[in-house]
Structure formats: C-alpha cells, structure tokens
C-alpha cells in the first residue's frame, strides 16, 4: 500500500538528485607536502542567482553550515573554519545569521601528522530561496582528500588555482581529491458489501468509531515525530520568517502561513482519498494475508529502515520536483498552494516511511480510514507552521538544529526495524512456512531495543551521526527513553519461556509457534477430548490457544454436537487478526471463562485467511459470487457471510447441533464479564 501512494508521484530512485542550487569545489592548498605543513582546506561553493547558504556559527534559529571531520591521528585541525566572504542579516523572527551568496569559501587550516593521512568527513548545508522563500531541507556531502606526503618541501601554495575556481560556474574538483557527493533532499510526496442486520451493525459501529479515533491519535502522533526529523524541522522557521517578511503587513503573513498550513492538509487528503479508492475489502484480505503482498510490504520497510539508519538516501525523481517547485513562484493562493506542495515533496526521505506505515496500516477495505489517517498525520504537520506565524517570538525559542535530529531520525529506523517482523509473520502463519517461529520473534525485538537503549546513551554511533553531539552530555529525556527501552527488553525476556506477553498479543506469532519448544507442553492439540468424537482435521497444523482442544471443520464439529450434546462455540478467526490475538490472551484466558470453553462447549476456530489449499472434491462453487473456494480460508469467509451476514473478525457464535442460533453474536470486546453473560447464553 505504501507504494500505492508513491507511484501518484513517480518512481522513487535512491541517492536521486533533485534541484541543487548549490556546486561545491573541495581544493587543498597543496597536493604534496612534509609531515608537519600546515595545509588550507577551501570548500568552494558556487550558489545560484536568487539563492544564499547559511554560513557557520551559532544563530538563533537558522540551521548553520557544519563541517565535521573524522578524527584520526595522521592530521589535526589548526584553529576554526574561516569564512572570508560571508555577510550578516538581523531577522526579527530568527535573529541573527550569517550567509553567502554567489561564490564564496569556507576555509580550514590542517596540520600533517603522519604519512598518507586520512582527511575524511561531511559537511552539512541549507540553502534558501530569495525568491520563492522556499528552503531546501539540509543536504550533507562527503568528502575525502588525498594528500601525498613527500621528503621535500616541491609544491607552491596555490591559492592564485583557487581564485581561477570562484569565478567558474561548474563543480571542479582537482586531479589529486576524491570527493563522494550526494544530495540528502527530501521528499515527502503515498467491497464487496455485505449487509449485516441492525443490532451487529450498531455493535460494529461503535467498535469502528472508536478504532478510527485511536487510529487518528496514532496518525497525529506520527505527524509530530515528522517534524522533529532533519528534512523538515530546519525549514519550519524559515518558511514562516519568509511569509513574515515578504507580506505586506504581518496579518497578510498571517494569512499567507495558514493558506500554506491547509494547503498541507488538502494534499495529504488527496493522498488518503486516492488510497480508500483502491482499497476495497478484498483488496484488504489480499493485502493482510496473501504472501505477496506481506514480503513486498517486509522489503519495504527494511529498505526505509536502511535509509533511515544512514545505509543510503531514499529521494523522488529531480524532475518531479522541479516541475512542482516552479509552480511555486507564480505567487499568489496558488504559488502558496505548490510551496506546500514542494514541502511535502522535498521533505520525502524523512517522512515518506512515515506517512507508508500510516498508509498500509488503514488497508484495511475501510473507506475513510486512509483519510481520517492523512488527516491526522497533515495537521499535526501543519500546525506549527500556522503557529509559529500567529506568535512569531515563539520562533526564538524554538530549539537549534543539530544532531539530536538525525537521532529521532535512527531511532524511527530501529522503529521500522521491528515492524517490519509483523508483515513476515503474517505471510509465514497464513502459508505454515515456520520461518519466523515467536521465539526469535521475540529474541530479534530484544536486540532491536536494547540496541535503541545503547544508542540513546551514545553507545553506538551510526554514518551520518555528529561527532561533537555524541561527545555532549545525554540529556534527562534520553536516559527517560533509554530507560523505556530497556525496561521493554525486559518485559520481552519472559516470552522466551511461556510468557504470553498479553499487551503484544496482537503483535506477536502466537505462542504455539515455538522454535525454542520450552511452552510446547501447554498448547499440545493432537487429539480431542471428547473421546467419543473422531480427530479434528487440520490439527497438524491449526490449533487453538491455551490447550483447548476443538475442531476445525463445520461439519466435524456439528457431528461432534450432535454425539455429546454440547453446543458449538464458533470462532471466526484469522492468522493476522490482531483483535482475534487480544481477545485470545486478555478474555479467553480468564480462569472462569478458559474452564467453560475447555468443558461446557465444542470450540470451533474457522479461520478465514487460511491459504491451504483443499483437494479438488472439496472445492464448491459459491452462491454469494459465483467464484471456486478451494482453500479453508476461502470456504469458512464464504460460510460466514452465508450463514452469518458478517465478515468481521473476530466474530463468535453459539449454535447447537441443527444450526439454531442460541444467542446473539459477538464482536471483539475486551470486557470479560460481558463474555461470560455470552458464554452463558444471557
């Protein structure tokens, strides 16, 4: 689903260049020289017209040029970066800040120290826009100088080379440096009805406006974590300072920022609109269970966690940009409206994940779920700008860029890590595949945020994580995180001896797929108790939880009905049913209610996701659609909107042993008093 929403825009490219208004010349002052010369280092940037870079320094609120170098012991730095030709602005919103525009240097002095040294590192930029206003998020570019050490002193400072290169218009770099560059911009850009009678409508309902409403809240949520990321929190006070100074008077700056804050929210919402059109309920079912789908969805998020790690960069095609970003200068409500639109774009690598897992997450054939998620998430990315313009000196209090964004940023990326099991694990308990049992589940979540932990307390350093932070003091709000992480690990360790782990039942493979084999004595499910019934089908490879014994076939379970006289409990369930899960391990295991199931009723778990694929004399042909069901999980679907009207999962049903229904069904509801009035008939 996720790309779904990123082919309205193109297909993405990793390490794609987008729109560059900056050509970067990196020249040492000498190619040879002596253990112990002292060589200049010029980092040669040729702007475009219309264009300025922030130069370094400590502002305010603007986002300084950095240079950080890896630290070895072959050089040292000799004193700080000097920016000859750089001018100086006071903001009455950001305050004060240093730029250049057209050609101007960034220059640092290095002292050799050893033979063949290795002068590596990155630097980090923003540029401006004068025109539109618009502000590309920060790029980073790498950088490794070759500098050949000799006996004696042959070469001649060549800063008259260096004074030629600024009056040229292209990227140079020279014959002796090797320089690895790349853009680090961003860009955010992506039933079948079946009728139910009215008393399961209401219960629905109910159920329904409560899942959107925390689906919201997650969706917002995800919206504030977007904005502390590096590819949109250095922009948020530069876009409102230039609506601020370029308007006429501060209310028509005002009014300008909100324009652009809905502007935000009216395309988000397209998005949600697009993807609800494409994802019908068997779109849904196709998605959350078919193993293509589910590895494609696994794949994808590996990748985005990659990025977010610092493996590569995840950016949409130049062209696309381009086009959008051009609109943008027109000027009026419109020029407003695709200034958005190219935030949302350039701001991609950071967001994109984001706004994917939001996206996959509301696949499921709910019509305004996708919308109601791009709601939540663009308001909680718009408002600040709203804000921030109606109180501008708020602006002076908004924390610096630094390397506590491309923290949030790794931190998100372990996140994704751990999420993407969840897709996995539905596909291998659909399909029986037994590649991805609970146990190492469970022992791959304890890595992933322990390493969290350690990496809140600068244990672990990552590629594009900044020296001089990490060697800063953690802050209270990391060591509270740290703490969260690690008091998680813990509570993880249990589940790898028998622990049920309620709270993550619906996110976990249940418990009977066990690799580790230390809880398989309490689930066994090879033979039913009621000794008089035959064997239940399909036990080798379905079972029900917490050792209840049961059947698996409706026609098995009636027979057995019919020989005990027991009622049929019927439980319409699905691998990838995470209420099914929630149900199981928070009402199910009630010591009242697990003894009632075990001894007063047949259970029967029909799943509907199950992909085996029956003998061909088992096929039938529907009388709802006219299709072929040749699996159990097509067949019990088809059963349960014939004879229940309902594709809802989990659903329960009592019935005896000639069909009749003995009480009304129930939905998930996690209150296990109102089970218990169920399971005795009230």
Same mark, same amino acid.
């Given at each position: 689903?996720?790309?779904?929403?990123?082919?309205?825009?193109?297909?993405?490219?990793?390490?794609?260049?987008?729109?560059?208004?900056?050509?970067?010349?990196?020249?040492?002052?000498?190619? =040879?020289?002596?253990?112990?010369?002292?060589?200049?280092?010029?980092?040669?940037?040729?702007?475009?017209?219309?264009?300025?870079?922030?130069?370094?320094?400590?502002?305010?609120?603007?986002?300084?040029?950095?240079?950080?170098?890896?630290?070895?012991?072959?050089?040292?730095?000799? +004193?700080?970066?000097?920016?000859?030709?750089?001018?100086?602005?006071?903001?009455?919103?950001?305050?004060?800040?240093?730029?250049?525009?057209?050609?101007?240097?960034?220059?640092?002095?290095? /002292?050799?120290?050893?033979?063949?040294?290795?002068?590596?590192?990155?630097?980090?930029?923003?540029?401006?826009?004068?025109?539109?206003?618009?502000?590309?998020?920060?790029?980073?570019?790498?950088?490794?100088?070759?500098? /050949?050490?000799? !006996?004696?002193?042959?070469?001649?400072?060549?800063?008259?080379?260096?004074?030629?290169?600024?009056?040229?218009?292209?990227?140079?770099?020279?014959?002796?440096?090797?320089?690895?560059?790349?853009?680090?911009?961003?860009?955010? *850009?992506?039933?079948?009805e079946v009728k139910i009678d009215?008393?399961? @409508?209401?219960?629905?309902? /109910?159920?329904?406006? =409560? !899942?959107?409403?925390?689906?919201?809240?997650?969706?917002?949520?995800?919206?504030?974590?977007?904005?502390?990321?590096?590819?949109?929190?250095?922009?948020?006070?530069?876009?409102?300072?230039?609506?601020?100074?370029?308007?006429?008077?501060?209310?028509?700056?005002?009014?300008?920022?909100?324009?652009?804050?809905?502007?935000?929210?009216?395309?988000?919402?397209?998005?949600?609109?697009?993807?609800?059109?494409?994802?019908?309920?068997?779109?849904?079912?196709?998605?959350?269970?078919?193993?293509?789908? $589910?590895?494609?969805?696994? +794949?994808?998020?590996?990748?985005?966690?990659?990025?977010?790690?610092?493996?590569?960069?995840?950016?949409?095609?130049?062209?696309?940009?381009?086009?959008?970003?051009?609109?943008?200068?027109?000027?009026?409500?419109?020029?407003?409206?695709?200034?958005?639109? !190219?935030?949302?774009?350039?701001?991609?690598?950071?967001?994109?994940?984001?706004?994917? $897992?939001?996206l996959v997450l509301s696949a499921?054939?709910?019509?305004?779920? *996708?919308?109601?998620?791009?709601?939540?998430?663009?308001?909680?990315?718009?408002?600040?700008?709203?804000?921030?313009?109606?109180?501008?000196?708020?602006?002076?209090? @908004?924390?610096?860029?630094?390397?506590?964004?491309?923290?949030?940023?790794?931190?998100?990326?372990?996140?994704?890590?751990?999420?993407?099991?969840?897709?996995?694990?539905?596909?291998?308990?659909?399909?029986?595949?037994?590649?991805? *049992?609970?146990?190492?589940?469970?022992?791959?979540?304890?890595?992933?945020?322990?390493?969290?932990?350690?990496?809140?307390?600068?244990?672990?350093?990552?590629?594009?994580?900044?020296?001089?932070?990490?060697?800063?003091?953690?802050?209270?709000?990391?060591?509270?995180?740290?703490?969260?992480?690690?008091?998680?690990?813990?509570?993880?360790?249990?589940?790898?001896?028998?622990?049920?782990?309620?709270?993550?039942?619906?996110?976990?493979?249940p418990q009977k797929s066990s690799?580790? +084999?230390?809880?398989?004595?309490?689930?066994?499910?090879?033979? $039913?108790?009621?000794?008089?019934?035959?064997?239940?089908?399909?036990?080798?490879? &379905?079972?029900?939880?917490?050792?209840?014994?049961?059947?698996?076939?409706?026609?098995?379970?009636?027979?057995?009905?019919?020989?005990?006289?027991?009622?049929?409990?019927?439980?319409?369930?699905?691998? +990838?049913?995470?209420?099914?899960?929630?149900?199981?391990?928070?009402?199910?295991?009630?010591?009242?209610?697990?003894? /009632?199931?075990?001894?007063?009723?047949?259970?029967?778990?029909?799943?509907?996701?199950?992909?085996?694929?029956?003998?061909?004399?088992?096929?039938?042909?529907?009388?709802?659609?006219?299709?072929?069901?040749?699996?159990?999980?097509?067949?019990?679907?088809?059963?349960?909107?014939?004879?229940?009207?309902?594709?809802?999962?989990?659903?329960?049903?009592?019935?005896?042993?000639?069909?009749? &229904?003995? !009480?009304?069904?129930?939905?998930?509801?996690?209150?296990?008093? @109102?089970?218990?009035?169920?399971? $005795?008939?009230?």
């Amino acid at each position: 689903m996720r790309y779904l929403f990123i082919f309205i825009f193109g297909f993405f490219q990793i390490q794609a260049q987008v729109e560059n208004p900056v050509t970067w010349s990196i020249l040492p002052s000498k190619t =040879e020289a002596k253990i112990g010369d002292i060589i200049e280092i010029t980092f040669l940037a040729n702007v475009q017209k219309d264009w300025y870079v922030y130069s370094t320094g400590k502002f305010e609120s603007a986002p300084p040029t950095t240079f950080t170098f890896e630290k070895n012991k072959s050089f040292e730095l000799v +004193g700080e970066i000097n920016v000859p030709k750089s001018k100086h602005k006071k903001d009455e919103y950001i305050g004060e800040y240093d730029y250049i525009i057209d050609k101007g240097y960034f220059v640092q002095k290095v /002292k050799i120290l050893a033979e063949n040294p290795i002068i590596k590192g990155v630097f980090e930029y923003c540029t401006c826009s004068q025109a539109s206003g618009m502000c590309l998020p920060p790029k980073e570019v790498d950088f490794d100088i070759k500098i /050949k050490i000799t !006996t004696e002193k042959k070469n001649e400072i060549i800063k008259s080379e260096i004074e030629k290169k600024t009056n040229e218009n292209s990227s140079i770099i020279t014959k002796d440096t090797s320089i690895k560059s790349f853009s680090k911009t961003d860009s955010i *850009p992506l039933q079948k009805e079946v009728k139910i009678d009215k008393i399961e @409508l209401t219960s629905i309902s /109910k159920d329904k406006s =409560e !899942t959107l409403w925390g689906f919201f809240i997650l969706a917002f949520l995800s919206g504030l974590a977007a904005l502390i990321t590096p590819c949109v929190f250095p922009m948020i006070p530069m876009t409102v300072t230039f609506f601020l100074n370029a308007s006429k008077s501060k209310s028509d700056g005002r009014k300008k920022a909100f324009i652009y804050a809905i502007s935000i929210v009216v395309i988000y919402s397209i998005i949600g609109v697009l993807v609800s059109k494409l994802a019908g309920a068997e779109t849904a079912n196709f998605l959350s269970t078919h193993w293509l789908p $589910n590895l494609f969805f696994f +794949g994808v998020f590996i990748i985005f966690s990659l990025s977010f790690l610092g493996l590569f960069e995840i950016t949409l095609p130049s062209s696309v940009v381009n086009a959008v970003d051009k609109q943008s200068e027109k000027g009026g409500y419109m020029g407003i409206f695709f200034m958005a639109f !190219t935030l949302v774009l350039v701001s991609f690598s950071c967001t994109g994940p984001i706004v994917g $897992n939001i996206l996959v997450l509301s696949a499921n054939g709910d019509f305004i779920k *996708p919308i109601v998620g791009m709601l939540g998430f663009s308001m909680a990315f718009a408002i600040p700008f709203m804000l921030f313009a109606l109180f501008p000196n708020w602006l002076k209090n @908004l924390p610096k860029s630094g390397g506590w964004l491309n923290s949030v940023k790794v931190v998100l990326g372990f996140l994704e890590l751990a999420l993407a099991l969840k897709f996995l694990s539905l596909a291998d308990q659909a399909y029986h595949w037994n590649i991805l *049992p609970r146990d190492i589940n469970i022992s791959i979540w304890i890595a992933v945020f322990a390493m969290i932990g350690m990496y809140l307390l600068h244990k672990i350093k990552l590629p594009h994580d900044d020296d001089d932070y990490l060697t800063q003091k953690i802050s209270v709000f990391k060591v509270i995180l740290a703490i969260f992480s690690f008091s998680f690990v813990v509570y993880l360790i249990p589940g790898l001896f028998g622990s049920p782990l309620k709270a993550l039942s619906g996110y976990l493979p249940p418990q009977k797929s066990s690799d580790f +084999g230390l809880n398989s004595s309490n689930i066994s499910n090879s033979k $039913n108790t009621n000794t008089n019934c035959e064997t239940a089908k399909y036990s080798n490879f &379905l079972e029900l939880p917490h050792g209840i014994k049961g059947y698996f076939d409706y026609k098995q379970a009636l027979e057995c009905s019919k020989i005990t006289g027991k009622p049929i409990f019927i439980d319409f369930t699905g691998h +990838g049913c995470v209420n099914c899960r929630e149900m199981e391990a928070s009402v199910w295991a009630e010591p009242l209610i697990l003894e /009632k199931l075990k001894n007063d009723f047949i259970v029967l778990a029909l799943y509907v996701d199950d992909k085996t694929e029956l003998p061909e004399n088992q096929w039938f042909t529907s009388k709802l659609d006219g299709k072929i069901k040749k699996t159990i999980g097509k067949q019990n679907a088809d059963l349960q909107i014939d004879k229940f009207k309902t594709n809802s999962q989990p659903y329960y049903v009592i019935i005896d042993a000639n069909e009749n &229904l003995l !009480t009304q069904p129930k939905s998930y509801n996690l209150d296990a008093n @109102l089970f218990m009035d169920f399971l $005795n008939l009230k």
